[in-house]
């Protein structure tokens, strides 16, 4: 560790305060999240597709006791008894509300005693070689599982029944326009990361692809262009379907977004608890892989890959190389990005120019997350680390990548290289997309 001569902190200081800030401001969050409701509500179960809300909340204190307080710290188990209730790889979603779950009060006191663990380990840590604790990477990692866990009770939330209990302001309104598409030359660029310190095992490593021209568009698709795809008949017609998301549609008799209702000659969408008009220029959320596809398909388009999405928003052509965000290497402000739950939708298209790529492309990071084209697989070069399950055992056709965040999604837990992953049927993420289309031969040569 070197010490600072200016300040007097030596770098593992700093890194000890930020960890402890990023560690607060996610237990704030789950607090939030669990103190609107009651504790019948949060025993409940909201939707096979999801937890009890008590049920993330203990298996968050869980992991952190299991990462933080065990191995890193070589520390005593808090408590052993309950580690099977809360391994997700045990327990189905489905089963989960029949699970002895910890009453509300029980988990909320067990995850106070991990956290004051952590705090002590905390204290004394060294952050070594050791690849666990490096840049505190262990650490990260807990703040960004307990993150990704809000944005699921967010999600949760979104499929409760009942008044509005959570509460927030509007998102900026536009101030640009960020319509049409924008062509991105073809060459290499590098994908991934070998330096980000909190990248996860799927983002690694950094490796170069070459990708031919291709065009991408400037926003994600919006409600008022979903309108049209439906007005069309988008949903009756097979045309514009994989035999797969067809199958999917009839069955499920899918023909608007997930939350969308008929509302006279329009669409009002039920968010949070509260009607609303779907507004045209937001963009479009809740609908899963096989919508976006038949979108895309009926727009005379496709979705992006993921590498043409990652070239797009981190490749820099005045120096060739990739930038951890579109705007450059800084973390997300409120003037890059719609992240964070400040506000519990999409901002319109526009809202976010600050947070444009160097191309010119609007609102990757945040808003949405957005599906792309590719099955979820590791980098060439691959290693899981710290425990396969983390992602190594989704790899396969099964699981579609969708990047860049959501309005729901945590600055700790999104970056250029963050990678989703989800299957093509699941639309009670916040989930949206933009299309892409390869460049005509005119369009490549200028
Ligand atoms: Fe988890």
Request: net charge negative.
């Given at each position: 560790m070197t010490a600072s001569t200016t300040t007097g902190h030596t770098d593992g200081e700093r890194l000890r305060d930020r960890i402890a800030a990023e560690l607060a401001r996610a237990r704030s969050r789950s607090t939030l999240l669990t103190e609107v409701v009651d504790d019948a509500d949060l025993m409940r179960q909201h939707s096979p597709l999801m937890s009890p809300l008590v049920w993330d909340l203990a298996h968050v204190g869980n992991q952190e006791e299991l990462w933080l307080v065990r191995d890193v710290g070589g520390r005593e188990p808090v408590r052993c008894d309950i580690d099977e209730l809360y391994d997700a790889f045990k327990q189905p979603r489905r089963d989960r509300p029949a699970l002895p779950?910890?009453?509300?009060?029980?988990?909320?006191?067990?995850?106070?005693?991990?956290?004051?663990?952590?705090?002590d380990l905390l204290d004394?840590?060294?952050?070594?070689?050791?690849?666990?604790?490096?840049?505190?990477?262990?650490?990260?990692?807990?703040?960004?599982?307990?993150?990704?866990?809000?944005e699921t009770m967010l999600a949760t939330h979104q499929l409760r029944v009942g008044p509005a209990v959570l509460h927030a302001p509007a998102p900026p309104e536009p101030s640009a326009s960020a319509g049409g598409e924008v062509l991105v030359p073809a060459g290499e660029f590098t994908m991934g990361t070998d330096t980000d310190p909190w990248a996860l095992d799927n983002e690694r490593p950094a490796h170069?692809?070459?990708?031919?021209?291709?065009?991408?568009?400037?926003?994600?698709?919006?409600?008022?262009?979903?309108?049209?795809?439906?007005?069309?008949?988008?949903?009756?017609?097979?045309?514009?379907?994989?035999?797969?998301?067809?199958?999917h549609r009839v069955r499920e008799r899918l023909d608007a977004p997930m939350h969308w209702q008929r509302d006279g000659d329009g669409w009002s969408y039920r968010r949070f608890g509260r009607w609303d008009r779907v507004r045209a220029d937001e963009p479009v959320v809740h609908v899963c892989f096989y919508e976006a596809q038949a979108y895309a398909a009926w727009a005379g388009k496709r979705l992006p890959t993921e590498a043409e999405w990652e070239k797009a928003a981190r490749?820099?052509?005045?120096?060739?190389?990739?930038r951890r965000y579109p705007w450059g290497d800084d973390d997300p402000t409120a003037a890059h990005a719609n992240l964070d739950q400040r506000h519990l939708r999409p901002a319109p298209v526009g809202a976010y120019p600050a947070g444009a790529s160097p191309l010119g492309v609007h609102q990757l990071i945040g808003d949405v997350w957005e599906w792309t084209s590719t099955a979820f697989r590791g980098h060439p070069g691959f290693t899981a680390f710290p425990y396969r399950e983390y992602s190594e055992v989704f790899f396969g056709d099964d699981y579609r990548v969708l990047r860049g965040g959501s309005f729901g999604t945590d600055r700790s837990a999104c970056r250029g290289t963050f990678r989703n992953w989800d299957y093509p049927i699941r639309r009670q993420i916040f989930s949206g997309f933009r299309c892409a289309r390869d460049a005509g031969p005119d369009e490549s040569r200028r």
């Open positions: 779950l910890l009453p509300p009060a029980e988990a909320r006191a067990y995850l106070g005693t991990v956290r004051d663990k952590v705090h004394t840590v060294r952050f070594t070689e050791r690849p666990l604790v490096a840049d505190g990477f262990a650490f990260g990692m807990i703040v960004q599982h307990e993150q990704q866990h809000d170069r692809v070459d990708l031919p021209a291709y065009v991408i568009d400037a926003a994600p698709v919006t409600n008022g262009q979903y309108e049209a795809f439906i007005a069309d008949g988008g949903y009756t017609d097979p045309r514009w379907w994989s035999p797969a998301g067809w199958a490749w820099d052509p005045a120096t060739g190389r990739s």
